[in-house]
T-cell receptor, first 113, second 112 residues
Framework: DQQVKQNSPSLSVQEGRISILNCDYT??????FLWYKKYPAEGPTFLIS?????DKNEDGRFTVFLNKSAKHLSLHIVPSQPGDSAVYFC????????????FGGGTRLMVKP | EAQVTQNPRYLITVTGKKLTVTCSQN?????MSWYRQDPGLGLRQIYY???????DKGDVPEGYKVSRKEKRNFPLILESPSPNQTSLYFC???????????FGDGTRLSIL
């Protein structure tokens, strides 16, 4: 059973509006969460992360929110730009020895001009 | 430029023919990993290495081997590839645990 789930395979947003990407997890041992962005024919690129001791982390247009009681995190992009169109992966780690990340299945974001 | 480099980027081969995918990083990172990406499943870790000569299994290690003879290189070896290993593979590195991993651009393997 997948421990990290992104229930929306795709999301379409108008340029300038807010994009909200969601992620749910089941493993309560996860203590570090990341979002990666992936363009076609490229590897995932780190976007933003959050430790379980925080509930919000902000970096420019990107904000990640963590709700530990609900085991839910979200990525907000404001304002959305056409260059943000990509696949976004949520990932989680429990501080394991191998620094293994458990990934969600990804959400394809399309920002329309 | 800091990067993780994988080769080849694309490979079509046949069942049972041994192949190696190379991975090299220039950031002096301790940790290196291999992942495979399959539709709807995200990325799953195959093997990881915490340092030279230290490797261990990830989530889906069956059918794969790795080695870490030098800090910068972490090749993935398929001794006898099978069609269920057709996938998109990524190598990644990080400075330590709970730090963001840097990914290569991927290797698309097709095993016929």
């Amino acid at each position: 059973d997948q421990q990290v789930k992104q229930n929306s395979p795709s999301l379409s947003v108008q340029e300038g509006r807010i994009s909200i990407l969601n992620c749910d997890y089941t493993n309560s041992m996860f203590d570090y969460f990341l979002w990666y962005k992936k363009y076609p024919a490229e590897g995932p690129t780190f976007l933003i992360s959050i430790s379980s001791i925080k509930d919000k982390n902000e970096d420019g247009r990107f904000t990640v929110f963590l709700n530990k009681s609900a085991k839910h995190l979200s990525l907000h992009i404001v304002p959305s730009q056409p260059g943000d169109s990509a696949v976004y992966f949520c990932a989680a780690s429990d501080g394991n020895a191998g620094n293994m990340l458990t990934f969600g299945g990804g959400t394809r974001l399309m920002v329309k001009p | 430029e800091a990067q993780v480099t994988q080769n080849p980027r694309y490979l079509i081969t046949v069942t049972g023919k041994k192949l190696t995918v190379t991975c090299s990083q220039n950031m002096n990172h301790e940790y290196m990993s291999w992942y495979r990406q399959d539709p709807g499943l995200g990325l799953r870790q195959i093997y990881y290495s915490m340092n030279v000569e230290v490797t261990d299994k990830g989530d889906v290690p069956e059918g794969y081997k790795v080695s870490r003879k030098e800090k910068r290189n972490f090749p993935l070896i398929l001794e006898s590839p099978s069609p269920n290993q057709t996938s998109l593979y990524f190598c990644a590195s990080s400075s330590r645990s709970n730090q963001p991993q840097h990914f290569g651009d991927g290797t698309r393997l097709s095993i016929l």
